[in-house]
């Protein structure tokens, strides 16, 4: 049974994360592969600039969705371990050896990574395309580098700069697969995802995953410590263009400007999409089969800032059937899937390493108006799948052959960005209220202090049954309180909880909601 549930804020499909495939060192001498051909050449590029791509996308949107090049069933009957072995040589890496700190290396198509995709690199307003060869790729067999050769087209780029150590350009950010990309911040490991558009998600008529064809990527000046990337989307129902202003660092952000072109009325849209996996905590939810480590997620909630100021907490489920959330708002100020507990000892993971997977927060640049943020938490069985989806749905649909704007700010943190030095939600439990059948949670918050305990007021609701009681202790672990909520559903099988901290009518942290489920 499908749960979907509306918040008045002021009251109150899972495709799997792009493939990591690791750079080839050499021993050949490296060498400038700039592919930038000069004005004599027979290649001399075209000019290009953001409106090149905007009128791209708006001609586009003029007719029918043509289906993108694929690569040959050789490449993408390849499996998994296979595919692997298929390696960037570094020495091929675009502005590799130029004074930019920036580069740009490729994907193979094949495996999952059927579609092919043009990439240019833009120099002085002119655009050059990037074209594959012999030498672009380390492959385990000769018949896959000739396909590979002859195809001349890549499957997606990463771009590398030195966020880490001076010496050394680690790779930051990753466009492949559909309209999806990720990226890091120092120290960060990959984990949430961020996509270009998301359309029609869980809906009955199935789901439309828009496709970046297109990538523009501009030539830093040896002194910048930005890139721009630009991006064409295309898909049965709606064209755009997209600009990416990408600040690598502490934290990595990036400004995104788009453009669409609607082919169709579209109704269930969204924007700033977001993708992630949660399976469990430990402390609201448990493995069906017994792990040894103590959590297992790359986002552990999702923080919403309300358009008028009101910070809300919502952990995250892997559920046993299909639930959405929808969070009513105006003009909101920012939301994102935060990875909150940053110790190893949090997850005792040695491999994934989901203590330093980096949380993702969307700050709308321009108003985005009347909306909801939506979230959809998808049953899952494998740590490999992504099931947790978040984006912004407009109130209005986007209509046919009428552009519609926006931008927003991503940034790659290991917290909320907007919570810095404040009171968090920093762990939530449930269970049974000790010598008692009822059901009860507990809510950790830290940056706490009151002289009296008594002063703080414990606003809890049930949207079933009833809540029997609700209190604070202090919590001098987290320096801050513990609150406990006892509640009775009676007959329902789920019941949306909502519990808030105040003082003197004030807020003193996020307001924390959760769907219980009955079990």
């Given at each position: 049974?499908?749960?979907f549930?509306?918040?008045?804020?002021?009251?109150?499909?899972?495709?799997?994360?792009?493939?990591?495939?690791?750079?080839?060192?050499?021993?050949?001498?490296?060498?400038?592969?700039?592919?930038?051909?000069?004005?004599?050449?027979?290649?001399?590029?075209?000019?290009?600039?953001?409106?090149?791509?905007?009128?791209?996308?708006?001609?586009?949107?003029?007719?029918?969705?043509?289906?993108?090049?694929?690569?040959?069933?050789?490449?993408?009957?390849?499996?998994?371990?296979?595919?692997?072995?298929?390696?960037?040589?570094?020495?091929?890496?675009?502005?590799?050896?130029?004074?930019?700190?920036?580069?740009?290396?490729?994907?193979?198509?094949?495996?999952?990574?059927?579609?092919?995709?043009?990439i240019?690199?833009?120099?002085?307003?002119?655009?050059?395309?990037?074209?594959?060869?012999?030498?672009?790729?380390?492959?385990?067999t000769?018949?896959?580098?000739?396909?590979?050769?002859?195809?001349?087209?890549?499957?997606?780029?990463?771009?590398?700069?030195?966020?880490?150590?001076?010496?050394?350009?680690?790779?930051?950010?990753?466009?492949?697969?559909?309209?999806?990309?990720?990226?890091?911040?120092?120290?960060?490991?990959?984990?949430?995802?961020?996509?270009?558009l998301?359309?029609?998600?869980a809906?009955?008529?199935?789901?439309?995953?828009?496709?970046?064809?297109?990538?523009?990527?501009?030539?830093?000046?040896?002194?910048?410590?930005?890139?721009?990337?630009?991006?064409?989307?295309?898909?049965?129902?709606?064209?755009?263009?997209?600009?990416f202003?990408?600040?690598?660092?502490?934290?990595?952000?990036?400004?995104?400007?788009?453009?669409?072109?609607?082919?169709?009325?579209?109704?269930?849209?969204?924007?700033?999409?977001?993708?992630?996996?949660?399976?469990?905590?430990?402390?609201l939810?448990?493995?069906?089969?017994?792990?040894?480590?103590?959590?297992?997620?790359?986002?552990?909630?999702?923080?919403?800032?309300?358009?008028?100021?009101?910070?809300?907490?919502?952990?995250?489920?892997?559920?046993?059937?299909?639930?959405?959330?929808?969070?009513?708002?105006?003009?909101?100020?920012?939301?994102?899937?935060?990875?909150?507990?940053?110790d190893?000892?949090?997850?005792?993971?040695?491999?994934?390493?989901?203590?330093?997977?980096?949380s993702?927060?969307?700050?709308?640049?321009?108003?985005?108006?009347?909306?909801?943020?939506?979230?959809?938490?998808?049953?899952?069985?494998?740590?490999?799948?992504?099931?947790?989806?978040?984006?912004?749905?407009p109130?209005?649909?986007?209509?046919?052959?009428?552009?519609f704007?926006?931008?927003?700010?991503?940034?790659?943190?290991?917290?909320?960005?907007?919570?810095?030095?404040?009171?968090?939600?920093?762990?939530?439990?449930?269970?049974?209220?000790?010598?008692?059948?009822?059901?009860?949670?507990?809510?950790?918050?830290?940056?706490?202090?009151?002289?009296?305990?008594?002063?703080?007021?414990?606003?809890?609701?049930?949207?079933?049954?009833?809540?029997?009681?609700a209190?604070?202790?202090?919590?001098?672990?987290?320096?801050?309180?513990?609150?406990?909520?006892?509640?009775?559903?009676?007959?329902?099988?789920?019941?949306?909880?909502?519990?808030?901290?105040?003082q003197?009518?004030?807020?003193?942290?996020?307001?924390?909601?959760?769907?219980?489920?009955?079990?």
């Open positions: 049974m499908l749960k549930t509306t918040f008045t804020l002021p009251l109150l499909t899972a495709l799997s994360l792009p493939l990591q495939v690791n750079a080839q060192d050499t021993t050949q001498e490296p060498t400038n592969t700039t592919v930038v051909a000069d004005a004599s050449s027979t290649n001399a590029g075209y000019s290009f600039s953001r409106q090149t791509v905007i009128d791209l996308a708006q001609k586009l949107s003029q007719s029918p969705m043509q289906a993108p090049a694929r690569a040959p069933d050789a490449l993408n009957n390849l499996d998994y371990d296979t595919y692997r072995k298929i390696n960037f040589q570094q020495n091929q890496a675009v502005w590799g050896q130029t004074p930019t700190q920036f580069s740009i290396q490729l994907f193979a198509p094949g495996f999952l990574y059927k579609d092919l995709v043009e240019d690199a833009v120099e002085n307003a002119r655009a050059y395309p990037i074209e594959a060869n012999k030498d672009s790729f380390v492959t385990p000769e018949e896959i580098d000739q396909l590979i050769s002859d195809l001349g087209k890549f499957a997606g780029l990463r771009l590398h700069y030195p966020i880490n150590k001076a010496d050394y350009k680690d790779e930051f950010i990753v466009f492949q697969g559909a309209s999806y990309f990720r990226a890091v911040s120092k120290g960060q490991t990959y984990g949430v995802s961020a996509r270009g998301a359309i029609d998600v809906q009955p008529t199935g789901e439309e995953f828009p496709m970046f064809r297109h990538f523009w990527i501009e030539r830093p000046s040896s002194s910048q410590q930005a890139i721009v990337v630009h991006a064409l989307l295309d898909s049965k129902s709606v064209t755009g263009a997209y600009r202003g990408i600040f690598p660092g502490s934290p990595t952000r990036i400004d995104v400007e788009a453009t669409l072109f609607p082919r169709r009325d579209i109704a269930h849209i969204g924007l700033a999409p977001l993708t992630s996996m949660y399976m469990f905590n430990g402390s939810d448990y493995p069906e089969i017994e792990d040894y480590r103590v959590a297992v997620h790359d986002s552990e909630g999702l923080q919403i800032q309300t358009g008028r100021g009101e910070m809300l907490w919502r952990p995250l489920q892997n559920p046993e059937t299909l639930q959405i959330s929808a969070f009513m708002d105006q003009s909101p100020q920012g939301f994102g899937l935060i990875q909150r507990n940053r190893f000892s949090d997850y005792q993971d040695l491999e994934a390493n989901y203590h330093s997977r980096p993702i927060w969307v700050k709308p640049l321009n108003d985005w108006g009347e909306g909801h943020v939506e979230l959809v938490e998808i049953p899952s069985n494998s740590e490999a799948n992504d099931n947790i989806v978040a984006y912004w749905q109130t209005e649909p986007l209509k046919k052959d009428q552009p704007n926006y931008s927003y700010r991503l940034t790659m943190t290991n917290d909320t960005p907007v919570l810095s030095g404040k009171a968090h939600v920093v762990r939530s439990a449930k269970g049974q209220k000790l010598a008692s059948e009822h059901a009860q949670v507990v809510i950790d918050f830290d940056s706490i202090e009151v002289e009296n305990l008594a002063s703080i007021q414990v606003d809890a609701s049930i949207s079933q049954g009833q809540i029997l009681e209190h604070v202790t202090p919590n001098p672990y987290e320096k801050g309180v513990r609150a406990f909520v006892t509640f009775d559903p009676g007959n329902a099988d789920s019941a949306e909880l909502r519990v808030q901290l105040k003197d009518e004030t807020p003193l942290a996020a307001t924390w909601l959760y769907r219980w489920l009955g079990e």
